[in-house]
């Protein structure tokens, strides 16, 4: 029997029934419920690892495993709901939800890094390795074949994030107190939550709430407010130039890559909705993860495509502005900028520079515009669909167009107050401008 949605409407694990005929499917169904959380949870916090860390190549990978993460979890939910006793909704229960917030609440980011990837995800791949171990693997052939690709998954993560991972006598005391929360939730046998904690233990998140950074961090690149200005002199991208048919379609491919290389922004700052959504459905979160690993993949469009192009990326500053004003916004008006103003505003341009850019013939360029443009009809989709939930999820029950209209007017006032306040970190003559981009191509 499927249990009713009475008795999977909470947060408790599913029960059993009182018949024992099924109790192994039920067996296995909570392990796999326990594996669907874990991978939530993570998804829900290991974001906000994405704006603290400083190598774009380290923010790109987080953001392809939380990916990889929710297309874990989107198949554990749909077998899992061929199964007898997985419930029908996609809460995380409270126990789960506090060791993954703590892993969140780390005191630096090398320390959350580690959290995450020495603690949790060892934790997670030895969860499935334990199922395959314990399942029948012809009866529950099904859940066998999904559990084999995701350990392979996580076997290559843990070899993926291996050389971005520091060891320092204070990430292995974080490690150690976050192996600790981590044994309250019973280990790897799906038995809720019989662990206790040592003598002294205290939660961190009691004393040290989680906050996001007030500003994103870029690591050893140069910084600046903003990439855009009509001043060839001041920024990489001169508006009046991206429409303007004088000018020359190889400064506008370079431009187009300064700028998508600059979405990284979007990746810091929609990175942040996540863990101030935690009562989110799964599926919001599944298409939020995977706006997300768009927007990192459109970042990297332009971080290896610059340098191919003859340019240092070491000269080519990174633009804070936006990321320094969302934050001091709530996640739905956050979200609503994203999709409703930046990405549904952003198609006449970047349909006129995909058609300079055809002129050179450059096929590489026309292929990666051509997806960029696809991935943002989606997102602006997304926005459509999930926007009025995310409103509803921070108590805001206005129309949709009365909250837009109001957000963007907000967004300018807050623009006058935190944006701006990046200096350049490179004199005019040391970072990438429009009238370098320019001379480049004479
Ligand atoms: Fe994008
Ligand atoms: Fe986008």
Redesign the pocket.
């Known amino acids: 029997m499927v249990a009713s949605s009475s008795s999977s409407s909470g947060t408790s694990a599913p029960r059993p029934t009182s018949s024992g005929r099924m109790v192994a499917v039920q067996e296995m169904t909570r392990l796999q419920r326990r594996l669907f959380e874990l991978e939530r949870a993570f998804i829900t916090t290991a974001t906000s690892l994405v704006p603290r860390v400083g190598e774009p190549e380290l923010k790109y990978l987080i953001c392809q495993h939380v990916w990889e993460s929710a297309g874990h979890a989107r198949f554990i939910r749909e077998r899992g709901r061929e199964l007898s006793g997985f419930g029908q909704n996609d809460t995380v229960r409270p126990e789960i939800k506090r060791v993954y917030l703590e892993a969140a609440v780390a005191p630096d980011e090398a320390c959350a890094l580690a959290g995450f990837y020495r603690v949790l995800k060892p934790q997670l791949l030895a969860a499935y390795r334990h199922y395959l171990e314990a399942t029948h693997l012809l009866a529950d052939w099904p859940s066998r074949r999904l559990v084999e690709e995701f350990i392979l998954d996580e076997e290559r993560h843990a070899q993926e994030i291996q050389t971005w991972l520091e060891t320092t006598p204070a990430i292995d005391d974080w490690c150690a107190h976050l192996q600790s929360a981590y044994a309250t939730l019973g280990g790897d046998s799906g038995q809720p939550f019989v662990g206790s904690l040592p003598d002294g233990f205290a939660w961190r998140q009691e004393t040290a709430p989680y906050a996001h950074p007030a500003t994103c961090n870029r690591g050893k690149y140069p910084l600046c407010s903003s990439v855009f200005s009509e001043d060839p002199e001041e920024t990489p991208i001169v508006r009046a130039w991206l429409t303007d048919p004088k000018t020359d379609a190889r400064i506008i491919r370079t431009m187009i890559y300064v700028w998508?290389m600059m979405?990284l922004d979007?990746v810091d700052y929609l990175a942040t909705v996540f863990i101030d959504t935690p009562e989110a459905p799964f599926d919001l979160h599944h298409d939020m993860a995977r706006h997300l690993w768009?927007?990192s993949r459109?970042s990297q469009f332009g971080f290896r495509q610059l340098p191919k192009h003859g340019i240092d990326l070491m000269t080519v500053e990174h633009s804070l502005d936006l990321y320094n004003i969302l934050v001091n916004m709530p996640p739905a008006e956050r979200y609503a900028m994203m999709t409703m103003e930046f990405?549904a505003g952003s198609f006449p341009t970047k349909a006129h520079i995909m058609d300079r850019v055809r002129e050179l013939n450059d096929f590489e360029a026309d292929t990666l515009l051509a997806f960029?443009r696809n991935?943002?009809q989606n997102?602006v989709r997304y926005g459509h669909r999930w926007l009025p939930v995310i409103m509803k999820l921070c108590g805001v029950h206005e129309p949709v167009d009365v909250f837009v209209a109001a957000t963007q007017k907000r967004f300018a006032e807050l623009a006058e107050i935190h944006g701006g306040k990046t200096p350049h970190s490179l004199s005019p003559a040391d970072r990438l401008t429009g009238a370098k981009i320019a001379a480049a191509v004479v």
């Open positions: 998508l979405e979007a768009d927007e459109h990405e960029d991935d943002e997102h």
